[in-house]
C-alpha cells in the first residue's frame, strides 16, 4: 500500500523554466496526488498548471508560482537563481560536461539543462540543489552516503537509487525536478513532479 509517512524530512522542488531555476521548500501536501494503483510503488506526483489559453511561458510561470506559493500553501521560497549568472553557469557547465545534443523546444534553446533526458537532469539538478543547499545552510553537516534503505531489507543501494538525496543533520532531504512546459490539452504550461514517496 501507500506509505503513511514520507521516507523524507525535506521535499525541494526545482521548477526549471527558460531563464531561471526556482527552488521551493514543499510542504507535502500542496497540490500533492496519488497515482492510483502505481502509487505504491511510483509515488505520488505534484502537478501544477497555469491558466488554459495562455500561450507566454513567463506568464504560465507566474501562475504556476503563486499557486504552489499561495497564502494557504505550506511551500517556501527558498531561491530563485537567473540561469545566465556566471556562477550557475559554471556549476552546470562543471555537471554537463561537454554535451552535444540537438535543442528542440525553441524555448529552451540556451538552458543547458534542456538538452538532457530526465534521470541525466535529474542527477545534475540534484547536484546543484545540494550545493544550494550547503551555501544555505554552512554550519550544518551534510552526508551523501548515509542515505541508503534502513528497513532491514538485504538489497543494496547505489548512491542514484538510495530513498533520499541526502542527509543535512539528520533531516533526510529529496529533490525533485519539473521542466515548466506546455499541456497541449488545456493550451497551458505546467509543471508535473512524480514519484515522491
Known amino acids: 500500500g501507500v506509505r503513511n509517512r514520507a521516507c523524507f524530512d525535506d521535499l525541494f522542488l526545482v521548477l526549471y523554466s527558460p531563464r531561471t531555476l526556482h527552488i521551493i521548500k514543499h510542504d507535502a501536501r500542496t497540490y500533492v496526488s496519488s497515482t492510483g494503483c502505481r502509487t505504491a510503488s511510483e509515488g505520488h506526483c505534484i502537478t501544477v498548471s497555469g491558466n488554459s489559453n495562455q500561450p507566454c511561458w513567463k506568464q504560465g510561470l507566474e501562475t504556476v508560482l503563486a499557486k504552489l506559493l499561495a497564502f494557504d500553501s505550506g511551500c517556501k521560497h527558498v531561491a530563485t537563481i537567473d540561469v545566465d549568472r556566471d556562477d550557475i553557469k559554471r556549476i ?49 553537516s551534510f552526508s551523501l552516503d548515509d ?31 519539473a521542466k515548466l512546459c506546455v499541456n497541449s490539452h488545456r493550451q497551458s504550461w505546467e509543471c508535473h513532479f512524480k514519484a515522491i514517496k
Open 92 to 140: 552546470i557547465t562543471n555537471e554537463l560536461g561537454r554535451l552535444t545534443a540537438r535543442l528542440v523546444d525553441t524555448a529552451y534553446a540556451d538552458v543547458p539543462l534542456a538538452a538532457l533526458n530526465g534521470p541525466l537532469r535529474g542527477f545534475r539538478v540534484q547536484a546543484l540543489a545540494f550545493e544550494i543547499d550547503q551555501l544555505l545552510n554552512p554550519s550544518s
Open 147 to 177: 542515505c541508503q534503505d534502513n528497513s532491514g531489507s538485504s538489497r543494496a543501494r547505489g548512491r542514484h537509487n538510495a530513498k533520499v538525496d541526502w542527509l543535512r543533520d539528520g533531516k533526510r532531504v529529496e529533490v525533485k525536478h
